[in-house]
């Protein structure tokens, strides 16, 4: 049986920035992430800057996936498709599932402001371990698409017809973390369509 949500579960999120260039003080999408994340009552489990190398980024994405505390890390930068973009190459091989109406979503919403430079957008989605991953480009502008069009409505527990909570939920730690006391069980992780 899958887990219906019924009240607000904030969950814990790591954000990384995908970057050769950027510091915290350059960092404007890293931190519109983390803004955005604890507004939103959500905990900030870890913010870091990682430069855009396939295998420690592959490192640093699999400890988030392996901890029992994380249910989320929202990645910012490379997703083009310049020869040093590698964040989708880095994660795919990693998710157990791909969330293919992510990036389909995001590019729609993007057309909408940039028109067709949206085709250089990799953004792409996944769930791995109970843990989502979300891979946004780099620019702030995208970040805040990202955010308010999609992440903030998919990872709270009251959007309805559906959400992502519900699957990021990791059986043994919900008990001791607490965050079962917001679910009950049912049929469908989606309510009905009303």
Known sequence: ????????????????????????????????LVTSVTDAGHQLIEKVIVKDDIYV????????????????????GGTGFTARDNTPQALVPLMDRQIEGFGELFRQLSFQEIGTSTL?????????????????????GACRTAWE????????SRHRPCNFVAQLLKPKADAVSGLASGVHQTDSACGPRS
């Open 1 to 32: 049986m899958k887990e219906k949500i019924v009240n607000f579960l904030p969950l814990n999120i790591a954000v990384i920035t995908v970057s050769d260039t950027r510091n915290e003080e350059t960092d404007s999408s890293g931190q519109y």
């Open 120 to 140: 250089q957008s990799r953004s792409v989605a996944g769930i791995s371990n109970y843990t989502a991953l979300f891979c946004l480009p780099g620019s702030t």
């Open 149 to 156: 069009g999609i992440l903030k409505e998919q990872l709270d």
């Open 57 to 76: 980024l592959r490192a640093l994405v699999s400890r988030f996936i392996a901890a029992d505390n994380v249910h989320v890390v929202l990645l910012t």
